[in-house]
Every structure is written in structure tokens, then in C-alpha cells.
């Protein structure tokens, strides 16, 4: 469980999140709204890449702020760009660096990154060069390695916006599959089909938070 807790961001003089307060509970949360409504600045206040100004951000009980560590081991973060997640050559070697934090030996590691790939279809690329991968590919092989440790919590920021038609939708099948908590920020109605709750932002506040088919309409109407 995810409190946010009236919670102020300016960057560079500007309020980018104003007064913002939101309990997020429910296993599939959409984020949607316009290009600098403020959604990727919330997104990354959840795990504590951002910290407020004002208020506080707390996951089951732990303040972004003062408990970095014990956050991001429950909250994982999926940026919309594969190039800023993957940074060690190999497919395998860079899913083993998600475990670093857990300090298991090295057998164990191996079993685990094993397990994973096999998990997410990836097997048959474990020693291919992460860097040269398409990117659909590429973004299955970042969200693997997100997912490694387990986190109780994925955020993701428009995790589909760089792929064609065909790897968005294998990504979010991808997404929609996992047993974990999802938060996803998308300019893509169509995958928040199924979805418990959606939050539509506008500049830096809650516009609307409610059922996908509430808030969705509630949404595209304001775009008309
Ligand atoms: N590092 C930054 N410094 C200054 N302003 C920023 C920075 N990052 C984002 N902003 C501004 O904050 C606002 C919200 O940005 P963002 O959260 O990225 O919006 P969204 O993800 O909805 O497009 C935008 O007006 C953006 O220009
Ligand atoms: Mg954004």
C-alpha cells in the first residue's frame, strides 16, 4: 500500500504536483493525462527517485524520505526508455544485477536469473548483447530484470510509448500477468481494460480518480 500524502513537488521554481493526497491500494492503478500534467513526476515520488517538498510518500509504512532502501525493495520502477535500465552487457548479466541488493551467493543468483528468463520467454537470449536487442525485446528484458527481486509493487512510466503496436501489446500482456501490484502511467486507454482504478492528472492535481469507465470518458471529454 502506497500513501500519498498531500504531497507538493516544484521543480525549478514551478509547482508540478500541488497538494496531491491518494491512498493506492488496488491491484491495477492507470495513470493517465495530457504531456506534463505531472504523471511521471508522481510516478517516481512512489519509489522515491523524487522526493516531495512538501508532505510525505510512504509504502506499507516506510517514508520515501528516510527509508530509501526498504522502498525500493518493494516498489520496482519501469521507465519508458529500455537504453536507461539495461546497463551491463549481457542479457544475463543484467538481470543478475537486479539481485545485487540481496547479496545471495552466486549459485543462487544463477538459479534465479535462470528461473526468470525462463519466466519472462528470455531464455534463449541470455548471453546475446542486452544493447543490441530490438525494442520490445529489450524492454521484456528491463521489466525481467525489474521483476527479479520481487518487488511487491511495479510502477511504470509509459512502458509501451517507444515500441510498435505488436510489442506494446506483448508488454502489457507481459504486465497484466504478473501477480504484483501495477501502477502504469500510458497514453493507451485500450490497455487499461481490466483495470481497478484509473487517475487522470491535470496540471499537478487529481482531475479524476475513479473506475476505468468513469474516469476514461470523464478524460476524453476534456479533450474535446
Ligand atoms: N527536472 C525538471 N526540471 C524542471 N521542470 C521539470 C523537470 N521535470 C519535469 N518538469 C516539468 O514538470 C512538469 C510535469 O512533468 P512530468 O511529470 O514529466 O509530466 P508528464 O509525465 O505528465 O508528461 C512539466 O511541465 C515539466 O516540464
Ligand atoms: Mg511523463
Do not use: W
Amino acid at each position: 500500500m502506497i500513501s500519498v500524502d498531500h504531497v507538493t513537488v516544484r521543480l525549478q521554481g514551478r509547482v508540478v504536483l500541488d497538494d496531491v493526497a491518494l491512498s493506492l491500494t488496488e491491484r491495477r492503478i492507470g495513470v493517465i493525462g495530457d504531456n506534463g500534467s505531472g504523471k511521471s513526476t508522481l510516478a517516481k515520488l512512489l519509489n522515491g527517485l523524487l522526493l516531495p517538498d512538501e508532505g510525505t510518500v510512504t509504502v506499507d509504512g516506510f517514508d520515501t524520505r528516510s527509508h530509501g532502501k526498504e522502498v525500493r525493495s518493494r516498489v520496482g520502477f519501469l521507465f519508458q526508455n529500455p537504453d536507461n535500465q539495461i546497463v551491463m552487457p549481457t542479457v544475463a548479466e543484467d538481470l543478475a544485477l537486479g539481485l545485487k541488493p540481496l547479496r545471495l551467493e552466486a549459485e543462487r543468483v544463477r538459479q534465479c536469473v535462470s528461473e526468470t528468463l525462463e519466466r519472462f520467454a528470455l531464455s534463449h537470449m541470455a548471453d546475446r548483447s542486452a544493447h543490441l536487442l530490438s525494442g520490445g525485446e529489450k524492454q521484456l528484458v528491463a521489466l525481467a530484470g525489474v521483476m527479479i527481486s520481487e518487488p511487491d509493487i511495479l510502477v511504470c512510466d509509459e512502458p509501451t510509448t517507444l515500441l510498435d503496436r505488436r510489442n506494446a501489446a506483448l508488454v502489457m500482456k507481459t504486465i497484466a500477468g504478473l501477480s504484483c501490484m501495477v501502477i502504469t502511467v500510458t497514453h493507451h486507454v485500450e490497455h487499461l481494460d481490466g483495470f481497478d482504478r484509473v487517475l487522470v492528472i491535470d496540471e499537478g492535481r487529481v482531475a479524476h480518480d475513479g473506475t476505468p469507465d468513469q474516469a476514461i470518458p470523464s478524460y476524453l471529454e476534456s479533450l474535446s
